[in-house]
């Protein structure tokens, strides 16, 4: 992956490092060879005394602990990588999603997006705190270890020399040769390991159709299926370390066997030069057999990072917005302008859309489902940009504006409004403009109809909400985002009228609610409710993108078939 | 410790590949030895000028190492790792036999999917205990028993100070290390719940963060606990790279001793300088094998909480089943409930409050009311997947207590709202309903709601997840009829399918239940006309109930939602 190395490489003061702990680790590998071979040279066959020794000895044991340290520098270094690696991929995926409309983040794409932004991300790990360092060490340290030999004994450095390329040679070609069928095993596996969770899902389905029992058979056969489908890719895999092994042992006897004869037949080295070059040569070809199993774990990361990239690839068109302010008691005009919205390869989702919304219109959305309400909505909003056309208002584009003093004027009020973990004080304080009092959070509880609710709860409004806390229902949660309106008293409201599954005091509360904040605002519905619809100043009655027409509700009964007929068939099912 | 020590009794049940795997393990662990300790020997031997023979015979035995070494390795691996799997096999199987009897009450504590993908991932988790926790100590311990055996023949010295490295190496660090492994892992583990959290804040609340700006706060708030927890990972990485560290360092260090002792012993004459490379050589080899060891505190870590959050899982839930009766099958059972109230587990407020209702046998009960009534949760009771908390429950008279779970089950269709698919085709998951079904009888089903369209032999992927809201609970229906019990319970099971196919399912579906008893939530007021009773609850208590035309005479709560209803818009 082209950019996790140019990641890598662009912290040059870590490469750096890693370059020469890994120049150093070379050294102390020379160095723990020679002092080793030399300390057993002398009192071997030099017979030198025990205290001629001594400073040998310890020259090596700082050797040997340097090189400990130098792994730990190296794989230090490796993890502080990581970490920067991975704080910037996750610093640009969330400066990615929040530039992205809305839109994009309500394709129901969320559940992936956190696991991208949280998983993936840490799959880069690997890639940065072993693979990089691994890949450097193995790039210097059989240099140097080459060098050492041919300095020392030229022969073994031509068998290091010549038979080194084998082992890179071979990893390749077994992993060509295993891509393809272990691709084909991967996909038997998968289906094979997820056997276990489907059943496990499953469980309440099972036994209600008493077909519990039987299934323990399966989890059985379907777990020895995915052992003998693994054992398949995984042989491949211990062969290709076995004939690795092979190759590195077979070329480790021939330096042995090289410089016997030279030693015993020939006489022409001495039996520190062999002995020497002997306790190199392992480990030359270990330094080159780590590099395939950091390659592995690398492998990993790279999924991770093609994951990564695809999203930040993405391209989205950001919202703009400008310097204008826009400050008045009064609700603005809004007009939307040949205003078209669509996306990706899915195409229109809006298509030239005209409608003018006075202040304090009462405006309602209407159409089948799919017709592009809730876009035109986001529209609206300012939570998405159109492809075309303009959304204007007060005469200007609204993307000359101030981003903030629009949101100021804005509520928005969903069908599945959000509750963060906090205090449902704080759930509903989020909605105002500055940090709001207890005492006005609570007027506007009572407002939304929460009053009662609340006081039941033993924490009151302290009552821990969201991922960690208690439940609300659809009705209560509702109500909350009301709340919220009532505390911040906006300009504009948009509204996604719910569907079903209210309870009566809900339903009351938000129709009373409404007509209150309808009084000093202007409301744009996305309307379900005939009521709604009856008392709006224009519908705008959209099918498949397209505005087919605007008006009350009597002159679009009068004057456009589909709208009829959609209100035909509500009477023919509702009876 | 418990936990683990029950996994390592279902480990002990592959005997055969363990000992095989063990077998091999130690041959290549002192192949290897030998491997280095003859070519340092044959070095030192070569020095000496011996006759070439000598060196023949030694350099056949180097080759001869190699290649066992090499090929032990393999054999290791293979057997090992086929323990490996069929360990987990026996995990998944044990596991399964535990948490059964359990299900589905135990599933409602565990409500969100990710819980159960963990229960998965733990249950995968711990195949790695044998792999990787109990296997290298076993092998660590008998190659460097078979080595000190070895080089005491030579120096006892040196064979002791081996001990020393073994003892050091496998279980001082390792152990001084686990005991903070558990420390570090929790960090990580925190660090990652609250950045989790925060993503899915993020994520999630977008739009509401977007439009009361608090979206800049959010994503700093993110930041910060993304900082905070790769602050924690590369807490552990480090925590890693020092224990590994430190296990090297003992190694070297231990080694060098041998080459020390050695050294002073062949100076003092003790010890025939012949063999003192040959000691080296076994000494630096040896340790190779120690160098697992230090992975090993955070896989033991790993392998415990696994353990023993899968132990949590099904040792809290005792359900004991004491009841012996039976439903008596075939025949529409009438239904009492009397007083009955409920609270969930480790809640406050009562999910239902003292619910009385007669359902005669053979009758059609709707229960209406908005979402959050306790409508699920009165079903739930029905089917015994909870006790009731005060008052009773009767089937044809006879206390639900009395009676088992499984002949509840029998004698019911259950529809719920979310219903169950598995990976296979539509086939075979019709074919759960009931032994036997012929391909005629499974379209037939197919054919009453609205099915006709799918072939038997198509393909279903795993949780229906290539299936349509509207298809799956149509299947779910039409598995509900092949299984033709007298009892019928149903959750919401239209709410996906639009109102005219809904109307044509009743249809048939009430035509097929004509002697059954019959109890249906649902969330539409429409088609409920011809419903011998209907139940309106809110907050877990009955407000109103009777006919359709009693409770449209009343104008109460039922008019009134009529009323809203009516004015919904069904097509928007």
């Given at each position: 992956m082209k950019q996790l190395k140019e990641l890598a490489f662009a912290q040059r003061a870590v490469m750096s490092l890693l370059l020469l702990s890994s120049i150093l680790t070379g050294a102390m590998i020379i160095g723990q060879a020679y002092f080793f071979v030399t300390i057993v040279d002398r009192v071997f066959l030099?017979?030198?005394s025990f205290q001629e020794i001594v400073p040998l000895l310890l020259a090596l044991l700082g050797v040997l602990v340097v090189r400990a340290a130098l792994t730990y520098i190296n794989g230090r270094t490796g993890v502080k990588m990581a970490s920067k690696a991975k704080r910037e991929f996750r610093q640009s995926l969330l400066a990615k999603y929040a530039r992205n409309p809305v839109h994009a983040s309500l394709q129901g794409q969320s559940g992936q997006k956190v696991s991208v932004i949280m998983d993936a991300v840490d799959e880069i790990d690997s890639y940065f705190s072993r693979y990089i360092p691994q890949v450097i060490q193995t790039s210097i340290v059989p240099l140097i270890i080459l060098a050492a030999a041919f300095s020392q004994h030229a022969n073994t450095g031509w068998i290091m020399l010549i038979t080194a390329p084998f082992i890179p040679l071979f990893m390749i070609i077994i992993g060509i040769k295993t891509q393809k069928k272990s691709e084909e095993q991967l996909e038997k596996m998968a289906e094979f390991s997820g056997k276990f969770l489907d059943t496990l899902q499953g469980l309440t389905t099972l036994k209600l159709f008493g077909r519990a029992a039987k299934q323990k058979e399966l989890i059985q056969k379907s777990s020895l299926d995915f052992r003998e489908a693994t054992m398949q890719v995984l042989k491949i895999a211990f062969l290709s370390s076995l004939s690795l092994e092979f190759i590195s042992t077979l070329s480790i006897g021939m330096i042995a066997l090289e410089a016997g004869l030279r030693l015993v037949v020939f006489e022409n080295i001495s039996f520190f030069t062999a002995f020497f070059v002997l306790v190199l040569a392992p480990e030359f070809y270990l330094s080159l057999k780590e590099l395939g199993s950091a390659f592995h774990t690398g492998r990993g990361s790279m999924g991770a990072a093609k994951k990564i990239t695809e999203e930040l690839e993405r391209t989205e068109m950001a919202v703009q917005w400008g310097q204008v302010p826009l400050k008045s008691e009064t609700p603005p005009a809004i007009e939307l302008q040949g205003a078209e919205f669509s996306y990706g390869e899915e195409g229109f989702s809006l298509k030239n859309i005209n409608a003018a919304i006075p202040p304090y219109g009462q405006i309602a959305i209407v159409g089948r489902s799919g017709s592009g309400k809730t876009t035109l909505l986001h529209l609206i909003a300012g939570l998405t940009a159109p492809t075309a056309g303009n959304v204007l208002v007060n005469g200007q584009p609204r993307a000359e504006y101030n981003e903030k003093d629009w949101f100021d004027q804005l509520s928005y009020i969903s069908q599945h409004p959000y509750l963060f973990s906090g205090t449902i004080a704080e759930n509903i304080a989020i909605g105002g403009r500055t940090d709001a009092s207890r005492a006005e959070v609570e007027r506007a509880a009572e407002k939304a109809g929460l009053a009662g609710l609340i006081e039941s709860l033993e924490n009151g409004y302290d009552t821990a909400v969201g991922e960690a806390g208690r439940g609300l229902s659809g009705g209560e949660k509702q109500r909350v985002a009301v709340a919220r309106a009532f505390l911040k008293r906006p300009s504009i409201i948009l509204f996604d009228e719910p569907t079903t599954g209210l309870d009566l005091h809900t339903e009351r509360m938000l129709q009373i609610s409404m007509k209150e904040l309808a009084q000093t605002s202007t409301v744009i519905t996305v309307a379900h409710r005939l009521h709604t619809i009856k008392n709006a100043d224009v519908i705008l009655f959209l099918d498949q993108g397209e505005l087919i027409a605007a008006g009350t509700h009597e002159e679009l009964l009068q004057s456009t078939a589909g709208y009829r007929k959609m209100f035909s068939a509500q009477r023919g099912v509702a009876t | 410790m418990k936990d683990i020590v029950s996994v390592m009794k279902l480990m002990m049940k592959e005997k055969k590949d363990i000992l095989i795997s063990i077998f091999f393990g130690f041959l290549a662990g002192i192949a290897a030895v030998g491997l280095f300790a003859s070519s340092g020997y044959l070095i030192a031997k070569s020095a000496l000028a011996p006759p070439l023979y000598a060196l023949t015979i030694l350099t056949a035995s180097l080759k001869l190492f190699g290649f066992v070494k090499a090929v032990s390795r393999y054999a290791e691996r293979y057997f090992s790792h086929r323990a490996t799997f069929t360990i987990l096999s026996n995990l998944r199987v044990s596991f399964y036999e535990k948490l059964e009897p359990l299900a589905p009450q135990v599933f409602q504590k565990y409500r969100s999917g990710d819980l159960l993908s963990r229960i998965v991932g733990d249950v995968e988790s711990l195949q790695n205990f044998f792999l990787r926790v109990f296997y290298p100590p076993v092998i660590l311990v008998i190659v460097f028993l078979s080595t000190i055996f070895f080089t005491a023949f030579y120096s006892i010295y040196v064979a002791l100070i081996l001990l020393a490295g073994l003892i050091l190496t496998s279980f001082v660090v390792p152990s001084w290390f686990a005991a903070r492994q558990r420390k570090v892992d929790r960090h990580v583990r925190e660090g990652r719940g609250e950045l989790s959290t925060e993503v899915t804040e993020f994520l999630y609340g977008f739009r509401d963060l977007k439009i009361y700006q608090k979206l800049e706060g959010k994503e700093q708030q993110l930041m910060d606990a993304s900082t905070h927890y790769i602050k924690e990972q590369e807490q552990e990485g480090i925590y890693a790279m020092f224990s590994e560290t430190v296990n090297k360092v003992v190694s070297f260090v231990v080694s060098w001793f041998v080459l020390a002792a050695g050294a002073f012993l062949v100076t003092e004459g003790?010890?025939?300088?012949?063999?003192l490379a040959m000691l080296v050589m076994i000494s630096l080899t040896v340790f190779e094998n120690a160098a697992p060891m230090a992975a090993l505190p955070g896989h033991f870590e790993d392998s415990r909480s696994a353990a023993t959050r899968l132990a949590n899982v099904v040792r809290n839930e005792e359900w004991e089943e004491r009841a012996q009766g039976c439903l008596n099958s075939q025949h529409a059972p009438a239904i009492d409930m009397n007083g009955v109230t409920f609270t969930f587990p480790?809640?406050?407020?009562?999910?239902?409050?003292n619910i009385a209702i007669h359902l005669p046998a053979g009758s059609k009960t709707a229960i209406v009311g908005p979402s959050g009534s306790g409508k699920s949760t009165l079903l739930q009771l029905l089917l015994k997947i909870y006790p009731v908390n005060e008052g009773g429950i009767r089937f044809d008279g006879m206390s639900l207590e009395q009676l088992t779970q499984e002949s509840i089950w029998k004698e019911s269709n259950v529809v719920l709202q979310e219903n169950h698919f598995f990976f296979g085709t539509i086939r075979d998951n019709l074919l759960?309903?009931?032994?036997?079904?012929?391909d005629e009888e499974m379209k037939a089903a197919l054919a009453k709601v609205q099915l006709e369209g799918f072939s038997l032999s198509d393909p279903v992927f795993e949780k229906g997840e290539n299936l349509s809201g509207g298809e799956k609970q149509r299947l779910a229906i039409s598995r509900a009829i092949l299984k033709g019990a007298p009892l019928w319970l149903m959750d919401e099971p239209t709410s996906s399918v639009d109102a005219l196919t809904e109307r044509f399912i009743y249809d048939h579906l009430f035509e097929e239940a004509k002697d059954a008893t019959v109890v249906l939530i649902s969330h539409r007021l429409t088609g409920l006309e011809k419903m011998d009773q209907i139940i309106v609850l809110e907050q877990g208590a009955i407000i109103e109930s009777g006919t359709y035309d009693e409770l449209m005479a009343k104008k109460g709560y039922f008019y009134e939602m009529k009323q809203i209803e009516k004015n919904v818009l069904l097509h928007a």
């Amino acid at each position: 992956m082209k950019q996790l190395k140019e990641l890598a490489f662009a912290q040059r003061a870590v490469m750096s490092l890693l370059l020469l702990s890994s120049i150093l680790t070379g050294a102390m590998i020379i160095g723990q060879a020679y002092f080793f071979v030399t300390i057993v040279d002398r009192v071997f066959l030099k017979d030198e005394s025990f205290q001629e020794i001594v400073p040998l000895l310890l020259a090596l044991l700082g050797v040997l602990v340097v090189r400990a340290a130098l792994t730990y520098i190296n794989g230090r270094t490796g993890v502080k990588m990581a970490s920067k690696a991975k704080r910037e991929f996750r610093q640009s995926l969330l400066a990615k999603y929040a530039r992205n409309p809305v839109h994009a983040s309500l394709q129901g794409q969320s559940g992936q997006k956190v696991s991208v932004i949280m998983d993936a991300v840490d799959e880069i790990d690997s890639y940065f705190s072993r693979y990089i360092p691994q890949v450097i060490q193995t790039s210097i340290v059989p240099l140097i270890i080459l060098a050492a030999a041919f300095s020392q004994h030229a022969n073994t450095g031509w068998i290091m020399l010549i038979t080194a390329p084998f082992i890179p040679l071979f990893m390749i070609i077994i992993g060509i040769k295993t891509q393809k069928k272990s691709e084909e095993q991967l996909e038997k596996m998968a289906e094979f390991s997820g056997k276990f969770l489907d059943t496990l899902q499953g469980l309440t389905t099972l036994k209600l159709f008493g077909r519990a029992a039987k299934q323990k058979e399966l989890i059985q056969k379907s777990s020895l299926d995915f052992r003998e489908a693994t054992m398949q890719v995984l042989k491949i895999a211990f062969l290709s370390s076995l004939s690795l092994e092979f190759i590195s042992t077979l070329s480790i006897g021939m330096i042995a066997l090289e410089a016997g004869l030279r030693l015993v037949v020939f006489e022409n080295i001495s039996f520190f030069t062999a002995f020497f070059v002997l306790v190199l040569a392992p480990e030359f070809y270990l330094s080159l057999k780590e590099l395939g199993s950091a390659f592995h774990t690398g492998r990993g990361s790279m999924g991770a990072a093609k994951k990564i990239t695809e999203e930040l690839e993405r391209t989205e068109m950001a919202v703009q917005w400008g310097q204008v302010p826009l400050k008045s008691e009064t609700p603005p005009a809004i007009e939307l302008q040949g205003a078209e919205f669509s996306y990706g390869e899915e195409g229109f989702s809006l298509k030239n859309i005209n409608a003018a919304i006075p202040p304090y219109g009462q405006i309602a959305i209407v159409g089948r489902s799919g017709s592009g309400k809730t876009t035109l909505l986001h529209l609206i909003a300012g939570l998405t940009a159109p492809t075309a056309g303009n959304v204007l208002v007060n005469g200007q584009p609204r993307a000359e504006y101030n981003e903030k003093d629009w949101f100021d004027q804005l509520s928005y009020i969903s069908q599945h409004p959000y509750l963060f973990s906090g205090t449902i004080a704080e759930n509903i304080a989020i909605g105002g403009r500055t940090d709001a009092s207890r005492a006005e959070v609570e007027r506007a509880a009572e407002k939304a109809g929460l009053a009662g609710l609340i006081e039941s709860l033993e924490n009151g409004y302290d009552t821990a909400v969201g991922e960690a806390g208690r439940g609300l229902s659809g009705g209560e949660k509702q109500r909350v985002a009301v709340a919220r309106a009532f505390l911040k008293r906006p300009s504009i409201i948009l509204f996604d009228e719910p569907t079903t599954g209210l309870d009566l005091h809900t339903e009351r509360m938000l129709q009373i609610s409404m007509k209150e904040l309808a009084q000093t605002s202007t409301v744009i519905t996305v309307a379900h409710r005939l009521h709604t619809i009856k008392n709006a100043d224009v519908i705008l009655f959209l099918d498949q993108g397209e505005l087919i027409a605007a008006g009350t509700h009597e002159e679009l009964l009068q004057s456009t078939a589909g709208y009829r007929k959609m209100f035909s068939a509500q009477r023919g099912v509702a009876t | 410790m418990k936990d683990i020590v029950s996994v390592m009794k279902l480990m002990m049940k592959e005997k055969k590949d363990i000992l095989i795997s063990i077998f091999f393990g130690f041959l290549a662990g002192i192949a290897a030895v030998g491997l280095f300790a003859s070519s340092g020997y044959l070095i030192a031997k070569s020095a000496l000028a011996p006759p070439l023979y000598a060196l023949t015979i030694l350099t056949a035995s180097l080759k001869l190492f190699g290649f066992v070494k090499a090929v032990s390795r393999y054999a290791e691996r293979y057997f090992s790792h086929r323990a490996t799997f069929t360990i987990l096999s026996n995990l998944r199987v044990s596991f399964y036999e535990k948490l059964e009897p359990l299900a589905p009450q135990v599933f409602q504590k565990y409500r969100s999917g990710d819980l159960l993908s963990r229960i998965v991932g733990d249950v995968e988790s711990l195949q790695n205990f044998f792999l990787r926790v109990f296997y290298p100590p076993v092998i660590l311990v008998i190659v460097f028993l078979s080595t000190i055996f070895f080089t005491a023949f030579y120096s006892i010295y040196v064979a002791l100070i081996l001990l020393a490295g073994l003892i050091l190496t496998s279980f001082v660090v390792p152990s001084w290390f686990a005991a903070r492994q558990r420390k570090v892992d929790r960090h990580v583990r925190e660090g990652r719940g609250e950045l989790s959290t925060e993503v899915t804040e993020f994520l999630y609340g977008f739009r509401d963060l977007k439009i009361y700006q608090k979206l800049e706060g959010k994503e700093q708030q993110l930041m910060d606990a993304s900082t905070h927890y790769i602050k924690e990972q590369e807490q552990e990485g480090i925590y890693a790279m020092f224990s590994e560290t430190v296990n090297k360092v003992v190694s070297f260090v231990v080694s060098w001793f041998v080459l020390a002792a050695g050294a002073f012993l062949v100076t003092e004459g003790q010890l025939d300088g012949i063999f003192l490379a040959m000691l080296v050589m076994i000494s630096l080899t040896v340790f190779e094998n120690a160098a697992p060891m230090a992975a090993l505190p955070g896989h033991f870590e790993d392998s415990r909480s696994a353990a023993t959050r899968l132990a949590n899982v099904v040792r809290n839930e005792e359900w004991e089943e004491r009841a012996q009766g039976c439903l008596n099958s075939q025949h529409a059972p009438a239904i009492d409930m009397n007083g009955v109230t409920f609270t969930f587990p480790g809640e406050r407020r009562e999910a239902l409050k003292n619910i009385a209702i007669h359902l005669p046998a053979g009758s059609k009960t709707a229960i209406v009311g908005p979402s959050g009534s306790g409508k699920s949760t009165l079903l739930q009771l029905l089917l015994k997947i909870y006790p009731v908390n005060e008052g009773g429950i009767r089937f044809d008279g006879m206390s639900l207590e009395q009676l088992t779970q499984e002949s509840i089950w029998k004698e019911s269709n259950v529809v719920l709202q979310e219903n169950h698919f598995f990976f296979g085709t539509i086939r075979d998951n019709l074919l759960l309903a009931k032994d036997g079904l012929t391909d005629e009888e499974m379209k037939a089903a197919l054919a009453k709601v609205q099915l006709e369209g799918f072939s038997l032999s198509d393909p279903v992927f795993e949780k229906g997840e290539n299936l349509s809201g509207g298809e799956k609970q149509r299947l779910a229906i039409s598995r509900a009829i092949l299984k033709g019990a007298p009892l019928w319970l149903m959750d919401e099971p239209t709410s996906s399918v639009d109102a005219l196919t809904e109307r044509f399912i009743y249809d048939h579906l009430f035509e097929e239940a004509k002697d059954a008893t019959v109890v249906l939530i649902s969330h539409r007021l429409t088609g409920l006309e011809k419903m011998d009773q209907i139940i309106v609850l809110e907050q877990g208590a009955i407000i109103e109930s009777g006919t359709y035309d009693e409770l449209m005479a009343k104008k109460g709560y039922f008019y009134e939602m009529k009323q809203i209803e009516k004015n919904v818009l069904l097509h928007a």
